[in-house]
């Protein structure tokens, strides 16, 4: 079974935490939060830097390991970016150019702090590893190492806007509502005083939905390239420890961080899914992840030898074949060490397909099965068995003599003829257990359009035929004697993928297509280990018992009449809960996607969300509603959103947007 983290209690500091505020040149203040060791000697500094409020939604997570990092000799520092939580400022876009410079204020500012050494590490977590790596690439002078967890080096291709140049439906809509539900959250009375609504209601005013800018980018532009530090992986001077998991959208990074990056940089992609490998969440094992990114600040900016730069350029976890679940606690497996990306102990085995041409024009509702892009450790996270997804798909089957170890990504050629301008493949490699049943290895996309670049959109010549080269999603699997390696490929893939407007599909042309695996040679090393998981003392949130029957995480709904499907998603962000400090936070969202089986333009996303704020001791009790929806014609994206804000029962901000964003690579 995966490990719960140990709490530590005894450190070799004493810490101390406080409040305070930054002062930005513009004399915008952002809110912090320091945890520092109590020592008159100067210290090194971690940052992290975020939107999603210190003060409440993280504090739980920040708990466990910014004072944890104080006990080991570090000040480390939580602070909310501007316009968010209780800093000051208006919000802005994702990663914008004001975020980026107001981080590099930041890191010259705690590098000029009494108590700080100078030197400072980054570190984060989705948004706070994005732009760690981003603040890294515009070489603030006294950023010295930084530690990127489940992050992406590339804004188009590889976050949750778009996949092989499709538009992504299950997270751009998603992450947009989303946000536009935390955006819209006051700051906090306890923390700003009575200024909390004046900042509220100004910041409200400055409110505009995401999913209009994200729409609008269809292809890899320079919107996309702002931000994508790809573009140049040698203005990174930091050390880069990069950090993923099997299970996470954004593990292919790490490959390319550690094959691109000139400085030194270490990667390591465990089973994990989009969380911190000590917190324990399926699936495990978790590891002591605390201690091995101490050793990286030690190592980078205490000038102790702690021997990471000795460790395998990359450290994988390779699972073995395990049956289809939609959680697992813990996989099979163990741990292999590269010395370099691309790995001389990996070597591409290529699989050829046969058999007689094959028209592939899937059910608009194929993809129902594809499981959670963003797992997060939850019961109904992973793919179920693909079987019924496999029959929507044309299938080519591999025996498997001999064991087939694969780490890295997969590729496959597809020969194809389309009658219409527009389509998208989609492949799947499943192992397939004697018994029939079909686990999904790994997956990839590409918008047709998008075939010679992500960065044009090129109709395809009606008629004709080409052969069409792409990569899966990173893995590290193995297949055994006995089982089959399933290549299936579809036209279609909802929610995750929004499907086109001609749902003509293809013919594939088995002579001429082939899928290549990765294949690692060796065994492997039972001498990478690492320590048990640990944290320090939680903070101590309250769940409330509820009454109420929880509903379903993930459920299909099947009108058999109208050959229409839905599929209602409750992300379980965090539910109820109460603070020590006294604040009950509440939150509920439910995402909702619907397709007619045979109409790619009845393609709808819904989102809801509900989140209130409440601390009966100052009387405050605020509440915030959102309502999101995109459908599409032939010619466009459909947008509209509405945000509701009260002060108890005063609606105090009301405001729809509806949007009509043109069709191009989308």
């Given at each position: 079974m995966?490990?719960?983290?140990?709490?530590?209690?005894d450190?070799?500091?004493?810490?101390?935490?406080?409040?305070?505020?930054?002062?930005?040149?513009?004399?915008?203040?952002?809110?912090a939060?320091?945890?520092?060791?109590?020592?008159?000697?100067?210290?090194?500094?971690?940052l992290?830097?975020l939107?999603?409020?210190?003060?409440?939604?993280?504090?739980?997570?920040?708990?466990q390991r910014?004072?944890?990092?104080?006990g080991?000799?570090y000040?480390?520092?939580?602070?909310?970016?501007?316009?968010?939580?209780?800093s000051?400022?208006?919000?802005?876009?994702?990663?914008?150019a004001q975020?980026?410079?107001d981080?590099?204020e930041?890191?010259?500012?705690?590098?000029?702090?009494?108590?700080?050494?100078?030197?400072?590490?980054?570190?984060g977590?989705?948004?706070?590893?994005?732009?760690?790596?981003?603040?890294?690439?515009?070489?603030?002078?006294?950023?010295?190492?930084?530690?990127?967890?489940?992050?992406?080096?590339?804004?188009?291709?590889?976050?949750?806007?778009?996949?092989?140049g499709?538009?992504?439906?299950?997270?751009?809509?998603?992450?947009?509502?989303?946000?536009?539900?935390?955006?819209?959250?006051?700051?906090?009375p306890?923390?700003?005083?009575?200024?909390w609504?004046?900042?509220?209601?100004?910041?409200?005013?400055?409110?505009?939905?995401?999913?209009?800018?994200?729409?609008?980018?269809?292809?890899?532009?320079?919107y996309?390239?702002?931000?994508s530090v790809?573009?140049?992986?040698?203005?990174?001077?930091?050390?880069?420890?990069?950090?993923?998991?099997?299970?996470?959208?954004?593990?292919?990074?790490?490959?390319?961080?550690?094959?691109?990056?000139?400085?030194?940089?270490?990667?390591?992609?465990?089973?994990?899914?989009?969380?911190?490998?000590?917190?324990?969440?399926?699936?495990?094992?978790?590891?002591?992840?605390?201690?091995?990114?101490?050793?990286?600040?030690?190592?980078?900016?205490?000038?102790i030898?702690?021997?990471v730069?000795?460790?395998?350029?990359?450290?994988?976890?390779?699972s073995?074949?395990?049956?289809?679940?939609?959680?697992?606690?813990?996989?099979?497996g163990?741990?292999?060490?590269?010395?370099?990306?691309p790995?001389?102990?990996?070597?591409?085995?290529?699989?050829?397909?046969?058999?007689?041409?094959?028209?592939?024009?899937?059910?608009?509702?194929?993809?129902?099965?594809?499981?959670?892009?963003?797992?997060?450790?939850?019961d109904?996270?992973?793919?179920?068995?693909?079987?019924?997804?496999?029959a929507?798909?044309?299938?080519?089957?591999?025996?498997?003599?001999?064991?087939?170890?694969?780490?890295?990504?997969?590729?496959?050629?597809?020969?194809?003829?389309?009658?219409?301008?527009?389509?998208?493949?989609?492949?799947?490699?499943?192992?397939?257990?004697?018994?029939g049943?079909?686990?999904?290895?790994?997956?990839?996309?590409?918008?047709?359009?998008?075939?010679?670049?992500?960065?044009?959109?090129?109709?395809?010549?009606?008629?004709a035929?080409?052969?069409?080269?792409?990569?899966?999603?990173?893995?590290?699997h193995?297949?055994?004697?006995?089982?089959?390696?399933?290549?299936?490929?579809s036209?279609a893939?909802?929610?995750?993928?929004?499907?086109?407007?001609?749902?003509?599909?293809?013919?594939?042309?088995?002579v001429?297509?082939?899928?290549?695996l990765?294949?690692r040679?060796g065994?492997?090393?039972?001498?990478?280990?690492?320590?048990?998981?640990?944290?320090?003392?939680?903070?101590?949130?309250?769940?409330?018992?509820?009454?109420?029957?929880?509903?379903?995480?993930r459920?299909?709904?099947?009108?058999?009449?109208?050959?229409?499907?839905?599929?209602?998603?409750?992300?379980?962000?965090?539910g109820?809960?109460?603070?020590?400090?006294?604040?009950?936070?509440?939150?509920?969202?439910?995402?909702?996607?619907?397709?007619?089986e045979s109409?790619?333009?009845?393609?709808r996303?819904?989102?809801?969300?509900?989140?209130?704020?409440?601390?009966?001791?100052?009387?405050?009790?605020?509440?915030?509603?959102?309502?999101?929806?995109?459908?599409?014609?032939?010619?466009d994206?459909?947008?509209?959103?509405?945000?509701?804000c009260k002060?108890?029962?005063?609606?105090?901000?009301h405001?729809?947007?509806?949007?009509?964003?043109?069709?191009?690579?989308?």
């Amino acid at each position: 079974m995966s490990h719960s983290p140990k709490i530590r209690t005894d450190f070799p500091y004493e810490t101390t935490h406080d409040d305070i505020r930054v002062p930005l040149t513009d004399g915008t203040k952002l809110y912090a939060r320091v945890w520092r060791p109590v020592t008159d000697e100067p210290v090194p500094v971690l940052l992290e830097y975020l939107p999603y409020r210190l003060s409440d939604w993280t504090a739980p997570r920040d708990r466990q390991r910014h004072p944890w990092y104080a006990g080991h000799g570090y000040a480390s520092v939580r602070v909310d970016v501007r316009g968010h939580g209780n800093s000051e400022g208006l919000p802005t876009d994702e990663y914008s150019a004001q975020e980026l410079a107001d981080g590099v204020e930041v890191v010259n500012w705690l590098a000029a702090q009494p108590w700080s050494s100078g030197k400072v590490g980054m570190f984060g977590i989705s948004w706070g590893g994005f732009n760690s790596l981003q603040i890294a690439a515009l070489a603030p002078e006294p950023l010295k190492a930084v530690v990127t967890v489940c992050s992406a080096d590339d804004r188009y291709d590889n976050d949750v806007h778009y996949m092989g140049g499709s538009v992504l439906a299950v997270d751009m809509h998603a992450w947009a509502a989303t946000m536009l539900a935390f955006v819209s959250r006051p700051p906090d009375p306890l923390f700003v005083g009575d200024a909390w609504r004046a900042m509220w209601l100004t910041r409200l005013e400055a409110v505009e939905p995401l999913i209009h800018t994200w729409l609008e980018h269809q292809t890899r532009d320079d919107y996309w390239r702002h931000g994508s530090v790809c573009e140049d992986y040698a203005a990174i001077d930091a050390a880069v420890l990069a950090v993923g998991g099997w299970h996470d959208p954004y593990r292919d990074t790490v490959l390319r961080l550690v094959e691109h990056l000139p400085g030194d940089v270490r990667g390591l992609i465990g089973p994990w899914s989009h969380q911190y490998p000590d917190r324990g969440l399926p699936p495990g094992p978790a590891i002591g992840f605390l201690q091995e990114t101490l050793r990286w600040w030690d190592q980078h900016l205490k000038g102790i030898d702690t021997g990471v730069m000795a460790e395998p350029k990359l450290r994988s976890w390779i699972s073995e074949s395990h049956p289809p679940a939609t959680v697992y606690e813990e996989l099979p497996g163990g741990w292999t060490g590269e010395p370099a990306w691309p790995s001389p102990n990996v070597t591409p085995l290529s699989y050829a397909l046969q058999g007689a041409p094959v028209i592939v024009d899937s059910p608009q509702h194929t993809g129902l099965d594809a499981g959670r892009f963003f797992p997060f450790g939850n019961d109904a996270d992973l793919p179920p068995d693909q079987r019924d997804e496999d029959a929507k798909s044309a299938c080519f089957e591999f025996e498997v003599p001999a064991r087939v170890r694969v780490l890295g990504r997969p590729k496959v050629t597809l020969r194809l003829r389309m009658d219409v301008p527009y389509g998208q493949a989609i492949a799947r490699v499943c192992d397939v257990a004697p018994d029939g049943s079909s686990t999904l290895v790994t997956r990839g996309v590409l918008n047709l359009s998008a075939r010679h670049g992500r960065d044009r959109a090129d109709a395809w010549p009606p008629g004709a035929t080409e052969d069409v080269t792409f990569e899966l999603n990173g893995i590290g699997h193995t297949f055994p004697p006995g089982h089959r390696i399933r290549l299936a490929v579809s036209s279609a893939y909802w929610p995750w993928i929004w499907p086109q407007a001609d749902s003509a599909g293809f013919t594939l042309e088995p002579v001429g297509s082939s899928l290549e695996l990765p294949v690692r040679e060796g065994d492997l090393d039972p001498a990478i280990t690492f320590e048990p998981p640990e944290q320090s003392e939680p903070l101590g949130v309250v769940h409330p018992a509820t009454l109420d029957e929880q509903r379903p995480e993930r459920l299909v709904v099947r009108d058999v009449a109208k050959g229409e499907w839905r599929l209602e998603v409750d992300p379980r962000y965090g539910g109820t809960r109460v603070y020590p400090d006294g604040l009950e936070f509440t939150e509920d969202a439910l995402e909702t996607y619907t397709i007619n089986e045979s109409d790619p333009l009845s393609a709808r996303t819904r989102s809801d969300w509900t989140i209130r704020l409440h601390r009966p001791e100052l009387a405050w009790d605020v509440r915030v509603e959102t309502h999101s929806e995109i459908t599409c014609d032939a010619t466009d994206f459909i947008t509209s959103n509405e945000v509701v804000c009260k002060d108890g029962d005063e609606v105090v901000f009301h405001r729809t947007w509806e949007r009509r964003i043109r069709r191009t690579a989308g």
